[in-house]
């Protein structure tokens, strides 16, 4: 079933993850969804000025989507729980994190803990446990890869341990469907098969979450589902 609900091929403002500018796929980005402006947010940005989310989504037109990914996500949620972020753009929720360290999940608290920690002394090797976490079968490029790689090297030690220690501490109530205050709904796009952000609770919810078939990267795997719902299409399910 596609359902359309907005036209338009407005400006996306991709909110990266953990150690995850996505700016760095900007080219990738602008050939898999050609036509639009592509704009881009750390996450780590906004560990420092919170703030900065709803400027930055201010700032995009009516057409304009933002795409919040991974620790992007659960820093929209964050803001939307506090009432910080009353977002007049859609939104869409891309590997979606309410609760990283759930009693049901994959990361117990300890282990993320502990990787934070790790990074004053092993910073390289935890940053490469987590790219193939995060590439697992995904099909990235050696370039992709490079490109990912070199923009780690930005992020400050100790706002790569804050935003673990975020991960590990926070919490956020999944909220019902139709939130008030979004122009046309908020969206999340899911895989039981993400190695680090599976559907909480082992199912995906109904309403406005959509699925994806595997993996962590599904604005690099899945551009025609992902491109849909940058175009305002809601699709049930993959085709």
């Known amino acids: 079933m596609v359902e ?10 991709w909110l990266g993850g953990w150690a995850s500018g996505l700016a ?10 050609p036509g639009r402006e592509h704009v881009f947010l750390d996450a780590h940005d906004l560990l420092e000025d919170p703030d900065l989310l709803a400027a ?30 009353v977002p007049s753009c859609r939104v869409i929720s891309v ?5 990283f360290c759930a009693k049901d999940g994959p990361w117990p608290r ?13 910073r390289e090797a ?12 995904s099909p990235v490029s050696p370039a992709q890869e490079e490109s990912w790689h070199g923009q780690t090297r930005r992020y400050p030690t100790a706002s790569l341990a804050q935003g673990l220690e975020v991960l590990a501490g926070t919490s956020i109530r999944i909220p019902p469907s139709g939130r008030p205050g979004h122009a046309a ?20 919810p109904s309403g406005d979450w959509m699925a994806y078939e595997r993996g962590h990267l599904p604005f690099l795997d899945y ?17």
């Open 4 to 13: 359309p609900l907005v036209s338009g091929p407005g400006p996306v403002l």
């Open 24 to 33: 760095c796929w900007r080219s990738d980005l602008e050939t898999l969804y």
């Open 56 to 85: 930055a989504a201010a700032g995009l037109p009516a057409d304009g989507v933002l795409a919040a990914w991974s620790l992007g996500s659960l820093l929209v949620h964050r803001a939307l729980e506090a009432g910080s972020f």
């Open 95 to 99: 590997s979606p994190i309410f609760d």
């Open 110 to 122: 300890a282990a993320v803990m502990r990787m934070a920690r790790r990074l004053r002394r092993e």
């Open 126 to 137: 935890v940053l490469a446990e987590f790219w193939n976490l995060v590439k697992g079968g």
């Open 185 to 204: 709904g908020h969206f999340h796009l899911a895989s039981f098969r993400d190695p680090l952000a599976p559907p909480p609770g082992g199912a995906i």
């Open 223 to 239: 551009p025609e589902l992902m491109g849909s719902l940058l175009s305002g299409i809601r699709r049930e399910a993959l085709p």
